[in-house]
């Protein structure tokens, strides 16, 4: 309906997410629920790929200097 509304309002832009009806039934929604699953899974690995190769070596460096910074007071 946001792209809809968007149209009538003379807006120059769509609404930019999705929507999704599901039928509700059991296998459905079971399908729906382990592809949700995976997605969050594979959103965590992810994070932890980043966490590794960028950020925790950005933790140590900037620890590095904060002790750096102490032993010269």
Given at each position: ?73
């Amino acid at each position: 309906m946001g792209g809809q509304a968007c149209v009538l309002y003379g807006g120059a832009e769509f609404s930019r997410d999705t929507d999704l009806v599901i039928v509700s039934d059991v296998a459905n929604l079971d399908r729906l629920r382990a592809a949700v699953a995976r997605l969050l899974r594979e959103e965590e690995d992810r994070e932890r790929e980043a966490d590794r190769q960028y950020w925790a070596p950005l933790r140590s460096r900037l620890e590095a200097l904060r002790r750096e910074h102490h032993d010269r007071r």
